[in-house]
T-cell receptor, first 111, second 116 residues
Framework: TQLLEQSPQFLSIQEGENLTVYCNSS?????LQWYRQEPGEGPVLLVT?????EVKKLKRLTFQFGDARKDSSLHITAAQPGDTGLYLC???????????FGAGTTVTVRA | ETGVTQTPRHLVMGMTNKKSLKCEQH?????MYWYKQSAKKPLELMFV???????ENNSVPSRFSPECPNSSHLFLHLHTLQPEDSALYLC???????????????FGPGTRLTVL
């Protein structure tokens, strides 16, 4: 199993501030997914990045895949209370059907 | 129904009970998964079915028994569970071997299981 480390573990910010969540590994992934999970619900897929150096934007969320495809970041601009949740990254090795999940970053945006 | 559905959403059971969790995916995917999510732990993969064949049993105790009768349905049969089995059980599906999207997994809402 390939280990994905997420940092920070917890993040609490004021509405309107920016934040960045990191996902790092020593392993190379063919693709990487980001999910957001709200309490009592399942994770919801936000984005998939597949190319080294790729940047994807989803409204105020910007996702970047590292050049070496070992790490990724999620940046939220002008965070809103609706962005509150557990953010999970998951790496995909092209050889099988399994995802390796990070432990997650709990983001709280205060109004 | 759309996406991935799970029933029941909440389940409380005694250690001697037998119960089953049900998952149904409406996405036409060819693989389904059971995960366990405990507080402060990463998602733990329990079982994987690809094309209705179990391809992964991640050292899960025999008191958990999966069943995949077809590509749209997945069950998790529970018997003589322990209190430490209390967790959120998540079902997911994906279309494996579609390299254009990687292994994007779509999750159900989960079943919150409490074992007394």
């Amino acid at each position: 199993t390939q280990l994905l480390e997420q940092s920070p573990q917890f993040l609490s910010i004021q509405e309107g501030e920016n934040l960045t969540v990191y996902c790092n590994s020593s392993s190379v992934f063919s693709s990487l997914q980001w999910y957001r999970q709200e309490p009592g619900e399942g994770p919801v897929l936000l984005v998939t990045v597949v190319t080294g150096g790729e940047v994807k934007k989803l409204k105020r969320l910007t996702f970047q895949f590292g050049d070496a495809r070992k790490d990724s970041s999620l940046h939220i601009t002008a965070a809103q209370p609706g962005d509150t949740g557990l953010y999970l990254c998951a790496g995909d090795s092209s050889n099988d059907y399994k995802l390796s999940f990070g432990a997650g970053t709990t983001v709280t945006v205060r109004a | 129904e759309t996406g991935v559905t799970q029933t029941p959403r909440h389940l409380v059971m005694g250690m001697t009970n037998k119960k089953s969790l049900k998952c149904e995916q409406h996405l036409g995917h060819n693989a389904m998964y059971w995960y366990k999510q405990s507080a402060k732990k990463p998602l733990e993969l329990m079982f994987v079915y690809s094309l209705e064949e179990r391809v992964e049993n991640n050292s899960v105790p025999s008191r958990f028994s999966p069943e995949c009768p077809n590509s749209s349905h997945l069950f998790l049969h529970l018997h003589t569970l322990q209190p430490e089995d209390s967790a959120l059980y998540l079902c997911a599906s994906s279309q494996v071997h579609d390299i254009s999207v990687g292994n994007e997994q779509f999750f159900g809402p989960g079943t919150r299981l409490t074992v007394l």
